[in-house]
């Protein structure tokens, strides 16, 4: 873990936090600092001791986007064959819940990589935006896909084709953050959601993961089946069994996490 250069990981009970560490640069997102951030977050995901991740930034800057510098000189023919950023979408295949703690500037590649998470919670002065166009780019790592799911078309066109950005209140009206707190609480807010989701059954968690994802990927029926499934099989846990047994007996439950 401590081979990072891009990134500081650490571990606090059964919550892994990972902060972006690139200060001089916004934290802009270089192919160095996606694949140690992927890195981290699949070992986590391996770690049946980790319940939930916490993925943040500075207080300036949560990431001002992929890294324009390391992009300019690149060509089509590079940007294609080596597949550039495509790092981000296997970000998106980690089952363990996800949360971005977000304040300052989450731009771009950034907003991206919030979106990424399953949910995000924003200081006071979080920004978000698509500001890609400005470059003469249009954003790569599913900003269009994700910011229209989020916060509907009218919202997700005008970003998108001005390059304006939002504020935390817009982007908590618009449904694109759970939530707003003072830039100093970020972290204790973020840590507590997370505890909380790790103090669930792991497994448990990652269905319904999976279930509210597949509500983005489907019909409404295929939606509901799949959930069906899912819900059934809760009943094959320890977990299950556990957790209505400690509500029967008034007491709290103890996950064994299977
Ligand atoms: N890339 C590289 N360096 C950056 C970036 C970035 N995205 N953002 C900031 N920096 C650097 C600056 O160059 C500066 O470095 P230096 O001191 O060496 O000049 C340092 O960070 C501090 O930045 P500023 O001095 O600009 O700080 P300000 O507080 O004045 O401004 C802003 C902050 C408004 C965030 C400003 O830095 C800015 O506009 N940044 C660029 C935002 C942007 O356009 N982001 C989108 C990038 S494109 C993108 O994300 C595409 C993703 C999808 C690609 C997928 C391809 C397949």
Known sequence: MSDYQNILVKEQG???????????????????????????????DRDPGIGAIILTGSERA????????????????????????????RLAAVRTPLIAAVAGHALGGGCE??????????????????????LGLIPGMGGTQRLARAVGKAKAMEMVLTG????????????????????????????AAAETIAGMSKPIALMAKEAVNIAF???????????????HSCFATEDQKEGMAAF????????AHR
């Not at 990431?63 to 981000?88: C, H, L, N, V």
């Not at 295929?222 to 899912?230: A, F, K, N, S, W």
Request: glycine share 4%; aromatic share 8%.
């Open 14 to 44: 059964r919550v892994g936090i990972i902060t972006l560490n690139r200060p001089e640069a916004l934290n802009a997102l270089n192919a160095a600092l996606g694949a140690e951030v992927l890195a981290a977050a699949q070992a986590f």
């Open 113 to 134: 990589l919030a979106m990424i998470c399953d949910f995000i919670i924003a200081a006071e002065n979080a920004k978000f935006g698509q500001p890609e166009i400005r």
């Open 164 to 191: 304006r950005t939002m504020d935390a209140a817009e982007a908590e009206r618009s449904g694109l953050v759970a939530r707003i707190v003072p830039a100093a609480d970020l972290m204790e807010a973020a840590l």
């Open 248 to 255: 029967i007996e008034k007491r709290p439950p103890v996950f």
């Open 62 to 89: 949560f990431a001002a986007g992929a890294d324009i510098k390391e992009m300019a000189p690149r060509t089509y023919m590079e940007m294609y064959t080596q597949d550039f950023f495509s790092d981000w979408d």
């Open 217 to 231: 990927e489907t019909s409404l029926a295929e939606g509901v089946h799949v959930e069906r499934r899912l819900n």
